[in-house]
């Protein structure tokens, strides 16, 4: 089976990304979406009874939690036939308490928002998907706020073209393509070979075009000194879905998501980032 998780926080973007995992379980015949949240544990006092609330009021924010997210599941049976599950968790780490989830239960692909309905809840969802990629545990599949909700029929790989075998999990890659079943362009986006293609780029190529033969990618090769601008103007000419990158090796999520004059791709894009680590 195909574990989706998709964290809740009940902010228009987190179910936007609700919406999109839905549309992606369409394609998968065993898929399976988990909608996820973490609400705050209760604080206790120094002789350990808790303060200002009861076990019954703790029981009873846990099925408040519960409601909500049915309500979630309710919007989403419209979109697909998939198993949907909801899970409520209380704890006040919501990273490692996600993360133990992930690793006891065999998930495949994360669905999160970038940003929350408030000023404090772009804090809070911003801060923890990016917290959540650099922590490698599964791959992030990051939806902006105003991503459609569709499948990927395009989706752009970027790479830089050093040491493929150690930067790009090949086995990674393709169980994510397996699931859109789109056309690949694999793009580099390099402003110091004006000139030519080195013979070591020409070499790593040759590895990826092997190692992803069976889907018949499509290479590209931008020399333009402005990253942001070059990813912006391809996606929108090629109608790209979904953007594949490798955080932990590269800086392309740095890039991204420093604020900077430009257009920040992660929060101004149509486009979900697909953030799988090494």
Same mark, same amino acid.
């Given at each position: 089976?195909?574990?989706f998780?998709?964290?809740?926080? %009940?902010?228009e ?13 369409? #394609?998968?015949?065993?898929a ?15 002789d350990? !009874? ?5 076990a019954? *009021? ?18 989403l ?7 949907? !599950?909801?899970?409520? *968790? ?17 998930i495949?692909?994360?669905? +999160? ?11 809070? +969802?911003? !801060? ?6 650099r922590r #490698?545990?599964?791959?992030v599949? $990051? ?5 459609? !909700?569709?499948s990927?029929k395009?989706?752009m ?6 040491? $493929? ?12 393509l ?6 690949l ?16 780029y ?11 033969a069976?889907? /018949?990618?499509?290479?590209? %090769?931008?020399r333009?000194?402005?990253? +942001? *601008? ?21 800086? %392309?999520?740095?890039?991204?998501? /420093?604020?900077?004059n430009?257009? /920040?791709?992660?929060y101004?894009?149509h ?8």
């Open positions: 089976m195909n574990n998780i998709v964290p809740i926080d %009940f902010s973007t987190s179910k936007n990304a609700a919406r999109y995992a839905a549309h992606v379980a369409n #394609g998968v015949p065993d399976h979406i988990i909608l996820y949240n973490v609400f705050d544990a209760l604080e206790y006092g120094s350990s !009874s808790p303060l200002a609330t009861d019954e *009021e703790d029981a009873s924010r846990k099925v408040i939690v519960e409601l909500a997210l049915d309500s979630v599941r309710t919007e049976t419209a979109i697909t036939g998939a198993k949907i !599950s909801l899970v409520a *968790e209380e704890d006040n780490h919501f990273l490692d308490t996600l993360q133990k989830y992930v690793w006891h239960n065999n495949q692909l994360i669905f +999160m928002g970038i940003t929350g309905s408030s000023v404090l809840g772009q804090v809070f +969802m911003g !801060s923890n998907t990016l917290n959540l990629v #490698g545990i599964a791959p599949i $990051i939806v902006p706020p105003h991503a459609q !909700s569709t990927a395009n989706v790989l970027l790479t830089d073209f050093q040491d $493929i075998e150690n930067t790009i999990p090949i086995n990674t890659v393709k169980s994510i397996d699931l859109f079943k789109p056309l362009h694999i793009v580099n986006v390099d402003h110091e070979h004006y000139v030519q293609v080195t013979d070591e020409k070499a790593e190529r040759v590895k990826l075009e092997n190692s992803l069976a889907y /018949k990618p499509e290479f590209y %090769f931008i333009l000194f402005d990253f +942001m *601008e070059a990813i912006n103007q391809f996606v929108v000419d090629n109608n790209i879905d979904l953007i594949l990158t490798f955080p932990r090796r590269h800086s %392309f999520l740095s890039n991204v998501f /420093k604020t900077t430009t257009t /920040k791709l992660a101004h894009s486009v979900p980032i697909a953030a799988i680590n090494a």
